[in-house]
């Protein structure tokens, strides 16, 4: 990590809540295969996914590079043909394969009455399906990837006793799927890029003391307002300068390394102010002769000898400085 703001790093032990940003922060920011439905018996899960990955092997829409890039069982497409806002057909296996979005089904007539679609679509996943020789066969549901290291920090954080909450311009279904999935304990949807500031400016007013961390344009406005700014390294130049803490890794664990940096790091310098101070409060009178009547005197070469020891120890103290994993 980058420390640009040493105050704001020293606010970090005092975190009762953390911002996310979804896109890029809590996910990976592009989409991922996460279900896989055959209407057909002829056909197996992996034969659906095999002839929609062939098809959009040629495409470079996130939704069929999300696809594509979900398997490595790919056959040759000829004569691919994109169909804008609806989908993508081509000749597979000899087979005419088309990949096409829920509004193409309707435009033909093709009715589909499954509760498994409903849900997927409740979640606020992203459902394509897959026709063969003009016969549906299946259907795949894409969403964001959420990061594999999300759920883990954000457990460590309630754990703290810190409040996780997310910050989406998606809308409430597709940020109650991810805050359900991670165990976040508030989530705000359909938040304009010129609301994030002043939702964090909200939350302040509540008692909280916040950290916001984001690595988008959008984020900026909010990593400046609050106590605590953490950008991702990978994000925004914008977002980057904006930022108290730079990540060099799009990792939400390592937000937890920084509190506990922080709280390891006011432990040491409280340890060594204390010593510092007890051994003034003894060594200054000591050499000021206060003893003197009981035959004890501190020569000047011996204080600065022990004044010498006393930086020493505190050196080593500092350089013992380790942080709980």
Do not use: C
């Amino acid at each position: 990590m980058l420390i640009r703001n040493r105050a704001a790093f020293e606010q970090a032990r005092k975190l009762d809540a953390i911002i996310f940003d979804k896109t890029g922060t809590l996910t990976k920011g592009e989409f991922g295969v996460t279900d896989i439905i055959s209407f057909d018996n002829n056909y197996t899960q992996d034969d659906v996914l095999h002839f929609a990955a062939s098809v959009e092997r040629n495409s470079e829409h996130p939704i069929a590079q999300g696809i594509y890039k979900s398997t490595e069982n790919i056959s040759e497409a000829l004569e691919f043909k994109a169909i804008p806002g609806k989908g993508a057909k081509a000749i597979v296996e000899g087979k005419n394969v088309g990949v096409f979005s829920p509004g193409y089904l309707r435009e033909n007539n093709i009715t589909l009455n499954d509760e498994r679609i409903e849900k997927l679509s409740g979640q606020g996943k992203t459902v394509v399906f897959v026709l063969v020789d003009e016969k549906l066969i299946g259907a795949i549901a894409l969403a964001d990837i959420i990061r594999e290291e999300s759920k883990q920090a954000i457990a460590e954080f309630k754990k703290l006793g810190i409040k996780t909450i997310m910050l989406t311009g998606d809308n409430e279904k597709v940020a109650k799927y991810v805050a359900d999935e991670l165990g976040l304990d508030r989530y705000i949807a359909e938040v304009l890029p010129d609301g994030k500031a002043k939702t964090v400016k909200e939350i302040q007013s509540e008692g909280f003391v916040v950290a916001m961390t984001g690595d988008g344009v959008n984020d900026a406005p909010a990593l400046a307002q609050a106590d605590v700014g953490i950008a991702i390294g990978a994000g925004t130049d914008v977002a980057v300068e904006t930022a108290d803490i730079v990540l060099v890794k799009s990792n939400p664990l390592d937000v937890l390394s920084i509190i506990k940096l922080a709280k390891a790091t006011y432990k040491k310098m409280v340890q060594n102010l204390v010593w510092a101070t007890g051994y003034n409060f003894f060594a200054i009178p000591l050499a000021a002769g206060v003893l003197y009547s009981w035959g004890i005197l501190l020569s000047p070469a011996a204080g600065a000898a022990l004044m010498s020891l006393s930086t020493v120890i505190v050196a080593i103290n500092a350089k013992m400085l380790k942080v709980d994993k």
